[in-house]
């Protein structure tokens, strides 16, 4: 932890945002503004394209975007059934996608 911290005070730490919808996209742009080395993932072209043609760096490849990151930050849909139960199939394949890159202290 202490090790994270003095990278966030350096602005050392690496971070990838997955998902870049409504809540990833503009906190994609915030640790950007903050000048922080942030990369955004996505598996939609057309939200990865708008990102760039903004001047972002993102990507719709897994291990661009997760390997080497020291902060991996979640905003995928949860969509709720009927029943209102979260629909987690989106939460679980960012998790399967993260676990391939995951390295210690992240």
């Given amino acids: 932890m202490k090790r994270i911290?003095?990278?966030?005070?350096?602005?050392?730490i690496t971070v990838c945002v997955i998902g870049l919808g409504y809540v990833g996209y503009p906190l994609l742009k915030v640790i950007s503004e903050k000048n922080f080395p942030v990369i955004g993932f996505d598996i939609n072209q057309e939200?990865?394209?708008r990102a760039i043609?903004?001047?972002?760096?993102?990507?719709?490849?897994?291990k661009e975007a997760l390997e080497n990151r020291d902060c991996i930050i979640i905003c995928v849909p949860t969509p709720v059934d009927k029943n209102y139960h979260p629909d987690l199939s989106y939460i679980i394949n960012a998790c399967e996608n993260i676990r391939k890159y995951l390295k210690k202290d992240s």
Wanted: zero cysteines.
């Fill in 47 to 49: 939200k990865v394209r």
């Fill in 5 to 12: 911290i003095e990278k966030i005070k350096r602005k050392e």
């Fill in 53 to 62: 043609r903004e001047g972002y760096q993102a990507t719709i490849e897994p």
